[in-house]
């Protein structure tokens, strides 16, 4: 791209990055004000710490990506029979498997050991508030157990490493598709494609956290609806609020 159009596409990226910020900000409000409405506030409030419980391991990979990430890319520079790359020289096979396996991961598993050693002091928390009627949705103190450790010890340890395992590759397998579109939109490596760059990882890390419920619902839980919107919505608010407040005091060249 001519340096004058990028400079100009850029400004028009910028001014979306914005009005995108203020639009998921809304719907993190509206998400609020159902949640509580049609159940309670204290519901919303165990949705936002069991969403963040799961999808914890996509995001960190996600980010592990691009601390790990460079060198050979997974095309190979080859070209798709549109005439533009199939993925792009960020998408590296050093991204998609170190991301996960040295960050992700690890990350993830020693913050979910974090939590099963608080189990014990969390559980009765969460009886008391659902004793006296906290939760319409999640009165069940299994749901917590299920997020907090995998479901009761020591099964549950198991259950958390395969959640771990699953959603950490689901974000790398999400974020290749998303290049993949991207590329088929005509979309150069590193601009943004708004939305889906930020919610590609997501969506595959519930696909794949999912899988094994299919196979062992007595152990693995399906995401409910309420929890996939919240995190449809909770995704791309962070990670839009979070580049563009960068972006606006400095850190980063561009918001995205
Ligand atoms: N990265 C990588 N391998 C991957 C995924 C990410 O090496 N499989 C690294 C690359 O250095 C990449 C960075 O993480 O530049 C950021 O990833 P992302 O934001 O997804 O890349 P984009 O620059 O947006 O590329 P694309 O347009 O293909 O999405
Ligand atoms: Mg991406």
């Known amino acids: 791209m001519p340096d004058e159009s990028l400079i100009e596409s850029d400004k028009r990226e910028k001014k979306i990055a914005k009005i995108l910020a203020v639009c998921f900000a809304l719907l993190f409000l509206a998400d609020f004000m159902i949640v509580s409405f049609i159940f309670s506030w204290a519901d919303w409030v165990a949705t936002l710490i069991f969403s963040l419980l799961l999808i914890a391991p996509g995001y960190i990979s996600n980010a592990g990506m691009v601390l790990v990430g460079g060198g050979k890319p997974i095309d190979g520079g080859k070209i798709c029979k549109d005439g533009r790359r199939i993925l792009g020289d960020h998408k590296t096979v050093n991204g998609l498997i170190k991301g996960p396996l040295y960050v ?21 928390i969460v009886e008391a508030a659902a004793s006296i009627g906290q939760y319409q949705l999640y009165s069940e103190v299994s749901y917590y157990q299920y997020y ?9 340890v198991l259950v958390l490493i395969i959640r771990i395992i699953l959603c950490s590759y689901g974000a790398a397998v999400g974020d290749l598709i998303g290049s993949f579109l991207k590329r088929r939109f005509g979309i ?13 990882f997501a969506i595959f890390s519930m696909l794949f956290v999912s899988i094994p419920a299919l196979i062992s619902p007595n152990l693995f839980l399906i995401p409910d609806l309420n929890i996939f919107i919240f995190l449809m919505i909770l995704t791309p608010s962070v990670s839009i609020i979070a580049n563009t407040i960068a972006y606006v005091i400095g850190v980063k060249d561009v918001p995205w």
């Not at 490596?189 to 590609?200: A, E, H, K, M, N």
């Open 104 to 124: 992700g991961i690890p990350i993830s598993l020693g913050i979910y050991l974090l939590f099963i050693i608080l189990w014990p002091f969390i559980n009765p």
């Open 148 to 156: 907090f450790t995998g479901g009761s010890l020591p099964i549950g």
């Open 188 to 200: 150069e490596s590193g601009r943004p494609f708004w939305v889906i760059d930020q919610l590609d």
